[in-house]
């Protein structure tokens, strides 16, 4: 094995961390840690929200430094003061969130930071090579002219990558790269790493799903509470096991669900029609009926309806045609206001831009579409509020360190799991979740799951539109496949798989019916 | 509800307190170029602010209409609308205002006549405001353009009005045409607190207004709506608030609080509307609003303060012999560094949400690209 890498940087055979603590006030987020990862590996550092794991990749990567431990390079020990110092040595890391410059191009933003070889002036034009020989050597499709704010965020995570390529990372940090991905996204993502680690580079990929983690890794470490549960190779455990050792305790995959009992139709769609928002048809003749005490799963590839389906029916897209029943009652032409009060409960795709307004607190949020409720004619009752705010917390099981915190400061499971309580505390007639587990770590999605399933028995009419086809396969009682803006079948659950939904949504229809 | 002050909203609330001294420090410089010293400079305007009763009204006097203005301006603003045409609403106000009590004052009694003048002033700085308002609700129309607009259009109206329909009939008489209004009913007035200064009630309407604005935005469904408005369109949408009647909303109540400072002033103060009338007072009140951190109680001490700055700066003009001018660099200087002082503080916060968000440090030259889901 050569000592280079197709980048034209050394690479690094091991990298290795010993005995990391890292403290934060009140918290220990690292606690006497050992890691490594070697080239040619792609190595998924796996856990919780909250277990440590961007803390311990960001000492590695020079941003902090640990209270105890060291890190070793190939064998050596070495200091890093800053990011400066490891991506001097072939360290790179791509953060949660992008750090590119939106009104640069690519390539200016590949070479903002890097000191000019000659002179003053930074030869872009060099840059601009090198990017592209960077893109066919990783098979990273991107334009250098091109302005981040043109690029999709696949594209400019893409354009991170070639970042650290370009600035000499042999070793690949990559924190939750998948979390702003959609799953298109994710397996360009995938032959991109490992095209990389084919050429000999030392990948860590920090994540919290694992069908991820199974599918992409060699190895896999498992960190808990700032410590590290175990190291194993991929091969030797399965989603089980690695579960458990996330979370502390079993994970039911398969939330129990009591045998159906599905009463009267509360939520009728027939014909719909709508536009996209580039005005063109979208939803081409849309049939569904949900009754109460169902869970109807929308299964489908990303575009093809789904989202402006559900928009439609909450009233934020307006139909070109067709006839939405509420309990018998026409909704169409109704505004959002009313659709909710007629017991309507919709959990938005993208919930930090549509479910909440992140600089309110809890508590204002908790009473978003109903402030009338909690108010003594036009003067709110800050009492029944905060009792309000107080209970879902509670019966929820919301972290948060009060109901006076901004809501942008919780998790994103958190988040949703205060949308998910706002919408149920209304006691709505029909419940539509969209992506309601997106970017959602296991415990609160097991959480979520069990709290639909309970809606299910109270009676409630479930929409739940969702890519992940498990989580459609776990809690629907039937699957409605979308494809072209049109349900092309609806299965009983038990007659669905994956192969059969899989082909439907491909728009093969032909077996079925 | 958001009534919790942590130590960094502290400092932030300091911010413009800051930026204030600063502006002064600069403009020190710039009476050194003139061969003044600043010190002494300052000394006389401190002295022309707060020096006696006498000037301590001053500033009370002409804390008063910025109070108002700014007051409304806020409320603009946590709409998520930026109004600029305070300066127009409060002409429309001052105007209706003053017609309504020359040519109804005779037939009404005076109990009704003040509260009355005052509430035509209000309409009509609303309807002012209603305008862009609707536009901005109705087509997206950038209520920036349109409020300076109908800010030209008030200019004009003015004018006109003045030197035509509204014209003093004793300039009239006298043939001198000076473009002023005729003196509105002595029952009009509002009351003097301490003659000989001009210092009248209007200054508790300006304080109840600062304290029925906090009372609407944080007590009241409507103001939670405001503001929610304000702070995110989309998540309001989907909560199904009528987003477009909100931001009119926001508009409208601003523009009746600006007319309303019109009436005041008219009534208060000058009696009369003249040429010039109340110039500037529009462009001060929204500096007053960002200085008072775009919170109606914040606006109180910021238009104080306001009221000193421009009483002493008069003061310190006359006395120094400093040219004119220099007042108004002065207050440029100000505005200047107070709306950059906004800047930096949204720059912080939004650095420490970002470390909140993400638990990191975040490089000087880089922002984050996608303003993507946090999913941490
Ligand atoms: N800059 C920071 N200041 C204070 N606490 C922090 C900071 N960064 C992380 N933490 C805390 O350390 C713990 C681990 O955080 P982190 O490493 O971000 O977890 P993960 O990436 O696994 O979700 C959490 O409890 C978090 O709140
Ligand atoms: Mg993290």
Redesign the pocket.
């Known amino acids: 094995m050569v000592a280079t890498l197709p980048s034209g940087h050394k690479r690094i055979d091991c990298a290795e961390m010993r005995g990391v603590s890292k403290r934060?006030?009140?918290?220990l987020?690292?606690q006497n840690v050992d890691f490594d990862v070697k080239a040619g590996e792609i190595h998924a550092l796996l856990?919780?929200?909250?277990?440590?794991?961007?803390?311990?990749m960001?000492v590695l990567y020079g941003l902090y430094r640990p209270e105890e431990g060291q890190i070793l390079l190939d064998g050596q020990p070495v200091t890093f003061h800053s990011p400066a110092d490891a991506l001097a040595r072939g360290i790179g890391m791509i953060h949660q969130h992008f750090m590119l410059v939106p009104s640069l191009t690519v390539a200016e933003n590949v070479a903002l930071g890097m000191k000019p070889k000659r002179g003053i002036q930074l030869d872009l034009e060099e840059v601009r090579a090198k990017v592209r020989q960077l893109s066919a050597l990783y098979g990273l499709k991107v334009n250098p002219d091109a302005y981040i704010w043109q690029l999709s965020v696949g594209e400019q995570q893409r354009v991170e990558i070639i970042k650290a390529l370009y600035r000499g990372g042999a070793l690949v940090i990559l924190?939750e790269p998948t979390a702003v991905l959609t799953p298109q996204e994710v397996k360009e993502l995938f032959v991109t790493l490992r095209t990389m680690s084919e050429q000999g580079h030392a990948l860590i990929f920090?994540t919290h799903k694992l069908g991820e983690v199974r599918e992409l890794s060699t190895r896999i470490t498992v960190?808990r509470d700032?410590r590290v549960v175990n190291t194993t190779p991929n091969q030797d455990v399965d989603r089980r096991k690695l579960a458990r050792m996330m979370v502390g305790r079993d994970v039911l995959f398969q939330p129990d669900r009591p045998p159906i009992n599905a009463g009267a139709v509360r939520l009728t769609v027939q014909d719909l029609h709508a536009k996209n928002d580039q005005g063109l048809p979208c939803l081409q003749g849309v049939n569904l009926d949900v009754r109460s005490g169902e869970i109807v799963g929308i299964a489908g590839v990303s575009g093809n309806g789904q989202r402006e389906f559900a928009e439609t029916i909450a009233g934020l897209r307006s139909a070109v045609s067709g006839v939405v029943l509420l309990d018998g009652k026409p909704i169409l032409r109704e505004a959002v206001s009313s659709r909710l009060k007629a017991g309507l409960a919709y959990v938005p795709e993208e919930r930090m831009k549509h479910g909440i307004i992140g600089s309110f607190s809890v508590a204002e949020n908790a009473i978003l579409q109903d402030p009338d409720d909690y108010a003594r004619g036009t003067f709110f009752n800050f009492r029944a509020i905060s009792r309000h705010a107080d209970q879902l917390i509670r019966s929820f099981n919301i972290k948060t360190p009060g109901s006076g915190a901004a809501a942008k400061n919780l998790s994103g499971g958190n988040i949703q799991k205060l949308i998910l309580a706002r919408e149920l505390s209304r006691k709505p007639a029909v419940l539509i979740a969209a992506q309601p587990t997106r970017g959602v770590d296991i415990s609160a999605t097991e959480y979520i799951h069990h709290v639909l399933i309970d809606q299910r028995s109270a009676g409630v009419a479930i929409v739940l539109i969702s890519e992940d086809l498990d989580e459609i396969l776990a809690l629907s009682d039937r699957i409605a496949v979308m494809y072209e803006g049109c349900i092309v079948g609806v299965l009983n659950r038990e007659d669905a798989d994956v192969e059969t939904l899989g082909l439907m949504m491909a728009g093969v229809t032909d077996h079925v019916n | 509800m958001n009534l919790r002050i942590s130590r960094s909203d502290f400092i932030i609330a300091l911010a413009p307190l800051i930026a204030f001294l600063l502006a002064l420090v600069a403009g020190g410089g710039i009476l050194l170029v003139l061969g003044k010293n600043p010190i002494e400079a300052y000394g006389v305007m401190l002295d022309g602010a707060f020096g006696n009763e006498a000037s301590l009204f001053r500033t009370l006097t002409r804390a008063t209409p910025l109070l108002i203005i700014a007051v409304g301006i806020c409320i603009a603003f946590r709409a998520g609308v930026i109004n600029i045409g305070a300066e127009g609403q409060l002409f429309v106000g001052a105007i209706s205002a003053a017609g309504f009590s020359i040519y109804a004052g005779a037939q009404l009694p005076p109990i009704l006549l003040v509260p009355l003048t005052l509430l035509v002033g209000m309409i009509a700085g609303a309807l002012w405001g209603a305008v862009p308002g609707f536009l901005k609700a109705r087509f997206d129309v950038n209520e920036i353009l349109s409020t300076v607009m109908m800010n030209e259009i008030a200019v004009q109206l003015l004018l006109f009005l003045l030197s035509g329909p509204m014209i003093d009939p004793e300039q009239l008489a006298q043939g001198t045409r000076v473009p002023q209004s005729a003196q509105l009913p002595e029952a009009s007035w509002l009351a003097r607190l301490a003659p000989p200064s001009q210092l009248h009630t209007g200054l508790f309407i300006g304080l109840a207004a600062a304290v029925v604005v906090y009372l609407l935005l944080w007590r009241t469904t409507t103001g939670f709506r405001i503001r929610a408005v304000g702070q995110n369109r989309d998540a309001s949408r989907y909560a199904g608030i009528s987003v477009p009647r909100y931001l009119m909303l926001g508009l409208v109540l601003s523009g009746a609080l600006a007319g309303l400072a019109g009436a005041v002033e008219v009534t208060g103060i000058t009696h009369r509307v003249v040429e010039g009338f109340a110039v500037g007072y529009g462009f001060s009140g929204i500096v007053v609003a960002l200085f008072g951190r775009l919170h109606p109680l914040g606006a109180v001490p910021s238009a104080f303060l306001f009221g000193a700055l421009l009483v002493g700066a008069d003061k310190m003009q006359r006395t120094m012999q400093v040219p004119s001018a220099t007042i108004t660099v002065l207050q440029g200087l100000v505005v200047i560094f107070v709306v950059s002082s906004d800047f930096w503080v949204r720059r912080y916060t939004a650095r420490r949400q970002a470390?909140v968000a993400t638990?990191?440090p975040i490089t000087p030259e880089v922002t984050p690209a996608t303003p993507s889901e946090v999913s941490?």
């Open positions: 934060f006030p009140g918290v987020a690292n856990g919780e929200n909250g277990a440590g794991k961007s803390t311990l960001k924190d920090i960190m700032g | 470390r638990n990191m941490a």
